[in-house]
Nanobody, 117 residues
Framework: QVRLVESGGGLVQAGGSLKLSCTAS????????MAWFRQAPGKEREFVAS????????YYSDSVKDRFSISRHKYLNTVYLQMDSLNVDDTAVYYC??????????WGQGTQVTVSS
């Protein structure tokens, strides 16, 4: 009953910026936290950033800290990922993740981010 839909991916030159969005929809959904992960071809899926829904506390992977910023719109059940100073190593499919109060976990289909040099 919970669906996550990502948007905002695309092609950008190194040094540029993109902003990703992920909206959670469903008849019954109580957020605990939402997060972004990414996966490059031939690589394992890795954590990028997360945000607590209630207090808004954030956590970042060391690889994106000081470049990426995660935020949320609580009423819209939407999480954002502002990505600045992008480099080619940021090229990946970015996936939205959500955790509910019962420990349930949901994933979106992903959005492609390609950074060119």
């Amino acid at each position: 009953q919970v669906r996550l839909v990502e948007s905002g991916g695309g092609l950008v030159q190194a040094g540029g910026s993109l902003k990703l969005s992920c909206t959670a929809s469903g008849r019954t959904f109580s957020n605990v936290a939402m997060a972004w992960f990414r996966q490059a071809p031939g690589k394992e899926r890795e954590f990028v950033a997360s945000i607590r829904w209630s207090g808004g506390s954030t956590y970042y992977s060391d690889s994106v800290k000081d470049r990426f910023s995660i935020s949320r719109h609580k009423y819209l059940n939407t999480v954002y990922l502002q990505m600045d100073s992008l480099n080619v190593d940021d090229t990946a499919v970015y996936y939205c993740n959500a955790r509910g109060v019962g420990g349930s976990e949901y994933w979106g289909q992903g959005t492609q981010v390609t950074v060119s040099s």
